[in-house]
């Protein structure tokens, strides 16, 4: 069974930075595509960036130009560079792996709040 463990989240002012990342255990990393996806409160969980084992990304609107998706297949790991972060930004984030369309599990979360 394959396990992710998010980290990075925490309280950030409007236009400050982080850094989240989704460390893997057991599967096989390196083949699945990677995305990190956030939900608000009252909202529908969204997709905000995807990542292929081929390292092709892929970005929601709302942050483009802002947010990088990148990974380490050495470290199993995801990670989400978060720049210029908006009050809008606030959610919890997930990670997620996708095998052939079909999803291989998802991580248990971490809290990103935006505010003053």
Known sequence: ?????ESGGGLVQPGGSL????AASGGLFRVYTMGWYR??????????????SGSS???????????????DNAKNTV???MNSLKPEDTAVYYCNADFGGRSIGWGQGTQVTVSS
């Open 1 to 5: 069974q394959v396990q992710f463990v």
């Open 19 to 22: 850094r989240l990342s989704c």
């Open 39 to 52: 939900q608000a409160p009252g909202k529908q969980r969204e997709l905000v960036a995807g990542i292929t």
């Open 57 to 71: 990304t892929n970005y929601a609107d709302s942050v483009k130009g802002r947010f990088t998706i990148s990974r």
């Open 79 to 81: 990670y989400l560079q």
